[in-house]
Each structure stands twice: as C-alpha cells, then as structure tokens.
C-alpha cells in the first residue's frame, strides 16, 4: 500500500483574459526582454514559470492596471472569484530620481529612441550609477520593511510560494508590454514620460 498523499488535479477555470505572445525570436526580443526575463529567474522564479506560462498564454490573466509603480492584476484560477495579485517596484529616493531624470535629459537622443519605444543601454547605466535599478530583481540591503529585493508581490490565493504562480503570470504579461513599450520600466521607478520631456 503506498504511503504517498494523492493530491487532486486542480485545473483552474476558463478566463477570457489577456494572452501572452510568447515572441521569442525576430524584431520583437529584445535585450531588455533577455534581461527582464534574467532577473526574474535570478530571483528563483524559474522553476514556476512554466505553470505561470500556462497562466499567461490561456488568458488567465483577466486584469493589470499600472499606478506608479505598483500593479494591481486579477488572475482566474481554480475558484470561482479571480485572484487579486499586487507587485510594488522600489522606487529610488527623491534626490536620486531627480539625478537619473536630469542625466536621461541631458541625452535628447536617449529620451527619443525611449519615446520611440528603444531603451538605450546608457539608461541602465545611468541607473546603475546612482546605485540603483532599472530591472527588478536587484537586492536590498537593510530596507525598513524587510523586503530581499526590490519587488515584492502578495496574492490572495493559499499559495504559500511567494510569487506565486499567478504572480509569475502577471510578470509574463508585464514582460511583454515591458518588451513593447520599455518606457513602462523607467514609470515603475517613478520616472515618467513627462518628466523626462518637460521643460525646465
């Protein structure tokens, strides 16, 4: 008689939602998506990516909205109500930011490739000069809250994985509008369009 628990196949519940793209090749991959996709995995997300992926290509993802630098998402799974997922970036401090802004601007040609959907190397070099990020990932030392990097994620669902696999969904949908649209990477630092054309 075998002593191992059985556990139910939980099959989640069909959603019409936003469907990844799965590009992996041509125009569209970029090196920012190589390196979104790098950090994530250096944060020991790998292993859940490919039940997430299965998340992210079927729809499951129902919702994101972005506000500065916290997206709030709604992932259907295998309840009847969809999960509520949160991710909050770290935002640099006030001076650094004003810093990173000022250095962008000062590169009219880096603010327009950004404007043209590119992202320049030399913006995460910039970024890296002030000791901070540009993609998550990056660990914190002594932060106030507690938190090993600089993104956290909670979920509503019992998972006790943190991402958890609906989380992961949500990055896999962010990473493709990250690899269309990198300029979504400087806002969640706190870092808008605006900003960045302004003028003083």
């Not at 970024?127 to 540009?134: Q, Y």
């Not at 507690?146 to 992961?168: E, F, L, Q, T, V």
């Not at 990055?171 to 806002?187: S, V």
Request: net charge positive.
């Amino acid at each position: 008689m075998s002593r191992h628990k059985r556990y139910p196949v939980r099959i989640p519940r069909h959603a019409r939602g936003i469907r990844a793209q799965e590009v992996r090749g041509g125009a569209e991959w970029t090196w920012w998506t190589d390196e979104w996709l790098r950090r994530l995995e250096g944060m020991g997300l790998k292993g859940r990516f490919g039940r997430a992926r299965n998340y992210a290509v079927q729809g499951q993802v129902v919702s994101v909205e972005i506000e500065g630098n916290r997206v709030f998402a709604k992932v259907q799974g295998t309840r009847e109500t969809p999960y509520e997922v949160k991710l909050d970036f770290n935002r640099p401090s006030s001076a650094a930011l004003q810093r990173i802004t000022a250095a962008i601007r000062a590169e009219p040609i880096l603010v327009a490739r950004m404007l043209a959907d590119d992202l320049p190397l030399e913006v995460e070099e910039i970024f890296r000069r002030e000791g901070c990020d540009l993609f998550p990932g990056g660990k914190l030392e002594n932060a106030a809250d507690g938190r090993k990097y600089d993104m956290i994620s909670s979920c509503s669902c019992p998972d006790y994985a943190n991402p958890c696999k609906h989380s992961c969904a949500v990055l896999m949908i962010l990473g493709e509008e990250i690899a269309r649209r990198p300029l979504t990477l400087l806002e969640l630092r706190g870092i808008s369009a605006e900003a960045l054309c302004d003028e003083d």
